[in-house]
């Protein structure tokens, strides 16, 4: 049972829902008042999240507005919209690519819906950052018209959680009375990992791309793999298209250890070679693809390290960013092993900045129904 930690909404609140692969991050955040905000997590499969958010938020009052994060939903961009059927229905249509959120999202909207039908409800994506990336950065060598219904290019996810980076080393560079960065790396390292590249304010490339699994190894994701040997899989070991895909999805990437789970605490306890293995893999795909971005930036001046295990994880982020030195970056080892919140990791004397940048979602969230709200959109 999950009553002892109720979610209590009123009607001055808006809901902020975010539904991860294996998580259920809500918020309530007063819209008028001094009201604090309040925020809860579950962890579990998606039928567990399901009953979290059926047990977890007291329904004896409706919050005004109710706001969810949405990985896939195709070419969209950072603007909140309406949750209408129209919309809807696209985002059941891209849940193909993303199996692993769109169905648990649209389950807890159906919910929601069911319990608070007159409460409007929003939808803000993971992928709009990465609207207006370069063609460069967004095609694939395939003939364009294979899938027409879901057209190829690279989507991009995480953007809530690069662009609230983003917004962190700015200001934190500023406070620092340090010049803000023109080329940044953002690194996000959670269960998911992705990594992206801004000249500025506009992302140049990142390392997701049609569906979350592509580019880094992450927690029981693969990443990048050679289709070649996907291929091979199919077609001279017997695997169907359903095993092959729940491989990929919930069976590889640190959870390939025998019996792994896929958590980077466990694998830097063990004494296991393959856990070892493992760890040396997934910290060389990380620093490979900061040289990737290195070379789209020309150059670089800081490097933002954040989710579950880069803000948690001190031995992570020495074993990747400890071995750029190549590049200008000089971390601080006995800053790396303090830090906590949002913190500085690089020497004084580096020539590349690094900042540990814990992700708030839910800050980006609500920026963008309030944009929206104050351009007239509320309703």
Same mark, same amino acid.
């Given at each position: ?5 109720? #979610? ?34 579950? !962890?579990?499969?998606?039928?567990? %999240? ?7 938020? !007291? ?8 706001? $969810? ?21 696209? &985002? ?7 199996? %692993? ?5 649209? *389950?807890? &909207? ?18 709009? %950052? ?61 269960? +998911?990992?992705?990594? !992206? ?6 992302? %140049?490339?990142? *390392?997701?791309?049609? /569906? ?11 990443? !990048? ?22 491989? #990929?999805? /919930?069976?590889?990437?640190?959870? *390939? #250890? ?30 490979? +693809? ?30 990747? #960013? +400890? ?16 830090? *906590? ?18 992700? $708030? ?14 351009? +007239?959109?509320?309703?």
């Amino acid at each position: 049972m999950l009553t002892h930690t109720t #979610l209590t909404c009123s009607a001055q609140d808006i809901l902020l829902c975010n539904a991860g692969s294996t998580t259920l991050k809500l918020q309530c955040r007063p819209l008028e008042g001094d009201a604090p905000i309040r925020e809860r997590v579950f !962890s579990g499969s998606p039928e567990t %999240l399901l009953e979290a958010l059926n047990q977890g938020v !007291s329904a004896r009052e409706a919050p005004r507005v109710i706001v $969810h994060r949405i990985v896939h939903a195709g070419a969209v961009t950072e603007k909140a919209r309406l949750l209408d059927e129209e919309l809807l229905a696209t &985002i059941v249509h891209w849940g193909v690519l993303a199996p %692993l959120h769109n169905p648990l999202a649209v *389950s807890l &909207i159906d919910c929601l819906r069911q319990r608070w039908p007159q409460t409007p409800q929003y939808a803000v994506f993971d992928s709009g %950052l990465y609207a207006g990336l370069p063609d460069v950065a967004t095609q694939y060598a395939l003939p364009a018209s294979l899938s027409p219904r879901w057209p190829l290019r690279r989507y991009g996810f995480h953007g809530l959680a690069h662009r609230n980076q983003w917004r962190q080393v700015r200001a934190a560079s500023q406070a620092a009375g340090l010049p803000v960065p023109e080329r940044l790396v953002s690194l996000h390292l959670g269960g +998911g990992c992705s990594l !992206s590249c801004w000249q500025g304010a506009c992302v %140049l490339d990142t *390392s997701m791309g049609y /569906t979350p699994l592509e580019g880094l190894v992450m927690s029981t994701r693969a990443g !990048s793999v050679d289709p070649g040997l996907l291929l091979h899989l199919l077609q001279h070991e017997d695997m169907s298209v359903q095993e092959l895909s729940a491989l #990929l999805a /919930t069976q590889s990437g640190l959870a *390939s #250890l025998d019996g792994g789970d896929g958590d980077v605490r466990r694998l830097l306890e063990s004494t296991e070679p393959r856990a070892e293995a493992l760890l040396a893999l997934y910290c060389q795909q990380i620093r490979k +693809g900061i040289g990737a971005a290195v070379a789209v930036l020309g150059g670089l001046d800081a490097i933002s390290i954040g989710g579950g295990v880069g803000e948690h994880q001190p031995r992570v982020r020495e074993r990747v #960013l +400890g071995e750029l030195a190549a590049f200008g970056v000089q971390l601080d080892a006995g800053r790396n092993d303090r830090a *906590s919140g949002l913190s500085r990791l690089h020497e004084d004397g580096s020539a590349v900045a690094l900042w540990l940048t814990p992700v $708030h979602e839910f800050d980006e969230m609500f920026r963008q129904w309030e944009t929206l709200a104050g351009s +007239g959109g509320r309703k």
